[in-house]
T-cell receptor, first 114, second 113 residues
Framework: EAQVTQNPRYLITVTGKKLTVTCSQN?????MSWYRQDPGLGLRQIYY???????DKGDVPEGYKVSRKEKRNFPLILESPSPNQTSLYFC?????????????FGPGTRLTVT | QQQVKQSPQSLIVQKGGISIINCAYE??????FPWYQQFPGKGPALLIA?????SEKKEGRFTISFNKSAKQFSLHIMDSQPGDSATYFC????????????FGAGTTVTVRA
């Protein structure tokens, strides 16, 4: 089954404790992206990657890091989480083929930072 | 600042009625306008999308109307069903550039049986 998987689905942590949220896709997509969803703000892009070893900032990159060492994986790293990073996070992927623009989203990771 | 403005924030419609959600954008470089549907506890999923070279696209009960000169687009859900109860997000992207999706704030649609 074609899908984007995220782990963990739920995470409660404390301020300053480094964490990683993993994202993996099995569709051989070149493009991957992280979004955060907050009430009244919709989804905002954190970072994106057009291919292996190619990453760039989205609209809200502060406090986050990413890496793209393999095509299928795109982990999101919070080096020192703060309470304002409490949110619902989504990973998405897309093919860069002509005419194919749909982004496929993972199930989400709900993060609470206390 | 939100690049895509969406309204209303929520709406309630009777079964069989029409739901209408409106979006507006400023950036004329946007060249792809999708609508995503999200059910509670799930990730968003593409519902329907349009490119700016057409003014309307229909897929089943869902229709996008696009007005390039006004920089507005809307989603119409005809014959609304309880299973359509979800949050709907409009978005805009520059697929010729970086594929970045800019989302509206979302509209929660509740269809009463």
């Amino acid at each position: 089954e074609a899908q984007v998987t995220q782990n963990p689905r739920y995470l409660i942590t404390v301020t300053g404790k480094k964490l990683t949220v993993t994202c993996s896709q099995n569709m051989n997509h070149e493009y991957m992206s992280w979004y955060r969803q907050d009430p009244g703000l919709g989804l905002r892009q954190i970072y994106y990657s057009m291919n292996v070893e190619v990453t760039d900032k989205g609209d809200v990159p502060e406090g986050y890091k990413v890496s793209r060492k393999e095509k299928r994986n795109f982990p999101l790293i919070l080096e020192s989480p703060s309470p304002n990073q409490t949110s619902l996070y989504f990973c998405a992927s897309s093919s860069l083929g002509a005419g194919s623009y749909e982004q496929y989203f993972g199930p989400g990771t709900r993060l609470t930072v206390t | 600042q939100q690049q895509v403005k969406q309204s209303p924030q929520s709406l309630i419609v009777q079964k069989g009625g029409i739901s209408i959600i409106n979006c507006a954008y400023e950036n004329t470089a946007f060249d792809y306008f999708p609508w995503y549907q999200q059910f509670p506890g799930k990730g968003p999923a593409l519902l329907i999308a349009i490119r700016p070279d057409v003014s309307e696209k229909k897929e089943g009960r869902f229709t996008i109307s696009f007005n390039k000169s006004a920089k507005q687009f809307s989603l119409h859900i005809m014959d609304s069903q309880p299973g359509d109860s979800a949050t709907y997000f409009c978005a805009a992207s520059r697929v010729a550039n970086d594929y970045k999706l800019s989302f509206g704030a979302g509209t929660t649609v509740t269809v009463r049986a």
